[in-house]
């Protein structure tokens, strides 16, 4: 095999480039940004770069132009100062909440309740979900880039299945969001899930669809992969752990407003020692969770 290519878990083939190397085209990709405000710079940290080279396998003009178009979306949808009041309505059956708990790597928690669905405005729930990602985001330790996603599908039904809202969170998360997923459990879903999920699949990037697991909790094959990711003591019992503290919405709340208050305060300031926003830089960028397939 070639120097620099590596062969992927799914037999398809990707970039890997030598920290030199790597570090020359993220200088390049910011070269061709040209001058940027304040705010889009602080976004434009060298790991943050170094994911758009990655999503695009360390194409600089693709990834040049992907982040560009990023930027455009930032500076008009503002993210970083959407509320919790904002999405409060949105948020109060816990369908999509942060946990307070992280996986063995100290990535974030995000737990998915697709089955607690209470509203029809996919604008709504897209908004909802951009500002879960920036919490996140936000929550995660400097040698971490990603997130790991929990979905529960107690409760779902086919009512509740909607493709419009599933190829409108695709173009969010792998185009505002590219390798900000490390893995995605999708713990019992139902069997009529299944050929959804085959018409879901053509809008998702072959490399998310490969970080997609499904986990049976009547499968001890398949619920090794929680039971290795996770300290099963603080894992929900709806995925097979022994936390059963449950979602309480004004607990859930009050903390929420409080991460607010951090994330204002980093983007106010343009500090970024104040907060953990993005992964430091100044660690080698092989430390940067370039390759974006995940081992477990």
């Keep these: 095999m070639s120097e620099g290519v590596k062969k992927c ?42 994911r758009y080279l990655t999503g695009r396998n360390w194409n600089v003009k693709k990834a040049t132009k992907m982040l560009k178009e990023t930027l455009k979306w930032r500076a008009e949808y503002k993210p970083e100062e959407i509320l919790w009041d904002e999405v409060a309505h949105e948020a109060e059956t816990g369908k999509i909440y942060i946990s307070n708990n992280v996986d063995k790597h100290g990535r974030t928690v995000l737990v998915m309740r697709p089955g607690c669905q209470n509203s029809k405005s996919t ?16 929550k995660l330790p400097p040698d971490q880039g990603q997130i790991v996603w929990l979905i529960d599908f107690q409760g779902y039904n086919l009512s509740q299945i909607s493709l419009n809202l599933t190829r409108e969170t695709a173009i ?43 986990v049976y909790s009547d499968n001890p094959n398949t619920k ?26 004004n607990k859930y709340a009050e903390r929420m407003r409080e991460e607010d208050k951090k994330r204002l ?27 974006s397939d995940l081992n477990t």
């Design 123 to 138: 604008k709504g729930q897209i908004r909802h979900l951009v500002y879960c990602m920036e919490n996140a985001i936000v």
């Design 9 to 50: 878990p799914s037999n398809r083939f990707e970039k890997s480039l030598p920290s030199a190397e790597q570090q020359a085209k993220i200088n390049e990709v910011r070269k061709l940004l040209g001058p940027l405000s304040d705010r889009l710079s602080i976004y434009c940290s060298d790991a943050s770069i170094a």
């Design 265 to 291: 305060s980093f983007w106010a300031s343009g500090n970024p020692s104040s907060l953990t926003l993005l992964p430091a830089p100044a660690a080698s960028l092989d430390s940067l969770t370039l390759n």
């Design 224 to 249: 090794q992969i929680v039971e290795e990711l996770f300290d099963m003591d603080q894992v929900e019992s709806a995925f097979g752990g022994n936390d059963n503290s449950g979602f309480d919405i």
């Design 172 to 214: 969010v998360l792998q185009n505002r969001y590219p390798e900000r997923l490390g893995v995605a459990i999708l713990y019992d879903p139902p069997k009529f899930f299944e050929p959804f999920w085959m018409m879901a699949k053509p809008f998702l990037e072959p490399k998310t669809r490969d970080k997609v697991k499904f």
